[in-house]
């Protein structure tokens, strides 16, 4: 099994920035693919970054450039850096991992997740 743990949510103006951060335990292995997803009220889950040993990182275009994702294997954790922060950006954000290689952009595609840490931006 496999634990996942965020941390660095919280309230931020428009502009600003959040670090968050994913803390792994238990069977994880520096192959498996991990990622964020992010999930607003009456909205599906959306996927915004993922990290991956062998196929590097990918964002959701609502990100990209504004978001980085990081992996640190020796410490078993992934950080979102999220700089540029907009009032849409503001959801519970998810960290998850996959028995895979490669990167997944549907959620249906992790095996485990976190709890969620939310992340609000005022305007």
């Known amino acids: 099994q496999v634990q996942l743990v965020e941390s660095g949510g919280g309230l931020v103006q428009a502009g600003g920035s959040l670090r968050l951060s994913c803390a792994a335990s238990?069977?994880?292995?520096?192959?498996?693919?991990m990622g964020w997803f992010r999930q607003a009220p009456g909205k599906e889950r959306e996927f915004v970054a993922g990290v991956s040993w062998t196929y590097g990182t990918y964002y959701a275009d609502s990100v990209q450039g504004r978001f980085t994702i990081s992996r640190d294997n020796a410490k078993n954790t992934v950080d979102l850096q999220m700089n540029g922060l907009k009032p849409e950006d503001t959801a519970v954000y998810y960290c998850a991992a996959r028995r895979a290689r490669a990167i997944a952009s549907r959620a249906s595609e992790y095996n485990y997740w976190g709890q969620g840490t939310q992340v609000t931006v005022s305007s």
């Open positions: 238990g069977r994880i292995f520096s192959s498996d693919a």
